[in-house]
């Protein structure tokens, strides 16, 4: 196995073995790993198609727990967001891409680390929200935390909003893979290298259930 397989295997293995429990941040965890051996487009492509993989699974299980009204709110904007955002990946300038995206990851853990803090998001916000998550998805496959933020303040419980991340983030999949093709971002061989990787995802997902069940029992 050669590095760049080496890499994306680990990237992707360890992304969505914390997208399993947490559902959100597999990109943030998975592009580092991948940054270093392809462009950032290259990279977008291949977490686009293991998203494809993983969202009908995660969907189909959590559906009951999904608030859907939100998901219905959350579409048409995020729509127009990834679509600007995938422009912007296919025509933007590499360099650029890789330190907004270094800035977007360092306030993204900032953030995580200030005490639990409640956002009173006025009704409006969320549409600016969405589309603001569908860009930086569109850009960087990191919508999760802006989403999160929309959805932590509209559900009650953390199932429903581990859920509803799953049912947020599997909608703007399959809004991007169409767009990704058209754009010529997503391309055969990184299909055919996913094959390659695709043991480790399956291992990924069935063991990030297995803690999240584990995390449930002890708290």
């Known amino acids: 196995m050669d590095m760049m397989l080496l890499l994306l295997t680990i990237g992707i293995f360890t992304g969505f073995f914390v997208q399993t429990i947490t559902g959100f941040a597999g990109a943030l965890i ?9 462009p950032l487009p290259d990279a977008i492509g291949y977490l686009s198609i293991f998203y494809f993989i993983s969202t009908p699974i995660h969907v189909y299980k ?3 727990y999904i608030d859907k009204p939100l998901l219905k709110k959350l579409a048409l904007s995020s729509f127009f ?7 912007v990946l296919a025509y933007g300038q590499p360099v650029i891409l890789k330190k907004a995206l270094g800035v977007f990851i360092i306030l993204f853990v900032l953030n995580s680390l200030k005490a639990n803090k409640e956002i009173q998001l006025i009704s ?11 860009f930086f998805s569109g850009v960087f496959s990191t919508g999760g935390p802006l989403y999160l933020v929309i959805v932590k303040n509209e559900t009650s419980d953390v199932k429903t909003l581990r859920a509803t991340m799953f049912g947020v983030l599997g909608l703007i999949t399959f809004m991007r893979i169409p767009v990704l093709a058209f754009e010529g971002i997503l391309t055969v061989n990184q299909l055919y290298n996913s094959l390659y990787v695709l043991p480790f995802f399956i291992l990924a997902l069935i063991l990030g259930k297995k803690v999240y069940l584990k995390l449930n029992e002890l708290f």
């Open 62 to 64: 959590e559906w009951n």
């Open 124 to 134: 409006k916000m969320k549409y600016f929200f969405g589309f603001l998550g569908g």
């Open 81 to 87: 967001g990834l679509l600007i955002g995938i422009i």
């Open 30 to 38: 998975a592009l580092p790993f991948l940054l270093f051996v392809m």
